[in-house]
């Protein structure tokens, strides 16, 4: 059974990091992309960062380039999103999802691209 499970959500002041895992079960892992999505509220689902299958080719919404970084460990069947420099407006639900076709070198940020999502963890960042 696919799953995909995050975790490393929590309240942070701005400026501050958090690093969020995305743990994932029920398919050949390193065959696929991994994209993380965010939903604050009130607003729509945003692509924030994918890391794809083979190359780990990484993409970055504007907003978080520079302060976020995806990382992939096959080994552990797990996607990181470091988040640095934390500001308010990154406040959101933070979702994962894998990309629908495998051995497949892209990294996408188009939530109907994804086959699969988490549950979410929420990040606040407060001041």
């Known amino acids: 059974q696919l799953q995909l499970v995050e975790s490393g959500g929590g309240l942070v002041q701005p400026g501050g990091s958090l690093r969020l895992s995305c743990a994932a079960s029920?398919?050949?892992?390193?065959?696929?992309?991994i994209a993380w999505f965010r939903q604050a509220p009130g607003k729509e689902r945003e692509g924030v960062s994918c890391?794809?299958?083979?190359?780990?080719?990484?993409n970055y919404t504007d907003s978080v380039k520079g302060r976020f970084t995806i990382s992939r460990d096959n080994a552990k069947n797990t996607v990181y999103l470091q988040m640095n420099s934390l500001k308010p407006e990154d406040t959101a639900v933070y979702y994962c999802?894998?990309?629908?076709?495998?051995?497949?070198?892209?990294?996408?940020?188009?939530?109907?691209?994804?086959?699969?999502w988490g549950k979410g963890t929420l990040v606040t960042v407060y001041s």
């Open positions: 999802a894998r990309i629908r076709w495998k051995l497949v070198s892209l990294c996408v940020l188009s939530p109907d691209d994804m086959a699969a």
């Open positions: 890391i794809s299958s083979g190359s780990g080719r990484t």
């Open positions: 029920g398919f050949t892992f390193a065959y696929y992309g």
